[in-house]
């Protein structure tokens, strides 16, 4: 298919309800049913240039995620088609109450804006979740409730920096960084 033209609308329409289903599924924490709107699991986060690929991967980063915020959740902004996949503009919202990596857990809400992709191969399978953020919006509100001047804070936030900067250091996937340009035909 070309990249200029759109599938058809009942083509759009099941790919617009798989991927609705997903949210509704991840926010219920029904990973079996999320799980199975891919033929093989994969998110990639390019805040942080990681992949989580397949099953026991992707069941880690859910478990990962909603250990630190039990109570997350979606709050979809706009969706949009492309030729090849279904693009959500969301807020992301939780309650950071569990360690998040190396990150010790704040008590502190965050809402963040994002984006992700849920590309279709051409048999319209999903293939990927790709999501895009910034991780810092995210970390600053995490800060932001702690009391500077409570010394139980201070030593809270020395260790949220320190977490942080330990995660940090991680070399980025190569999956997300070896790409190739298209063939634009230019």
Do not use: C
């Amino acid at each position: 298919m070309s990249r200029f033209a759109l599938p058809p609308e009942d083509v759009l329409r099941a790919r617009e309800r798989l991927v609705l289903d997903h949210f509704h599924d991840e926010v219920r924490q029904d990973w079996d049913a999320t799980l199975a709107t891919f033929p093989h699991p994969h998110y990639e986060l390019i805040a942080q240039m990681t992949v989580h690929d397949g099953d026991t991967e992707v069941r880690g980063y859910y478990h990962d995620t909603r250990v630190a915020f039990p109570d997350q959740n979606h709050e979809i902004i706009a969706l949009r088609h492309a030729h090849d996949a279904v693009i959500v503009e969301f807020w992301l919202t939780g309650t950071h109450n569990g360690p998040l990596g190396k990150i010790p857990p704040t008590g502190s809400r965050h809402r963040t804006r994002m984006t992700a992709y849920f590309v279709f191969d051409a048999d319209e399978n999903l293939v990927t979740e790709r999501i895009y953020f910034d991780q810092l919006t995210i970390l600053r509100q995490l800060v932001a409730g702690l009391d500077k001047k409570n010394p139980g804070d201070l030593l809270k936030l020395g260790k949220v920096v320190a977490g942080a900067l330990a995660m940090s250091g991680g070399a980025p996937d190569p999956r997300l960084t070896d790409t190739v340009a298209p063939d634009l035909g230019v």
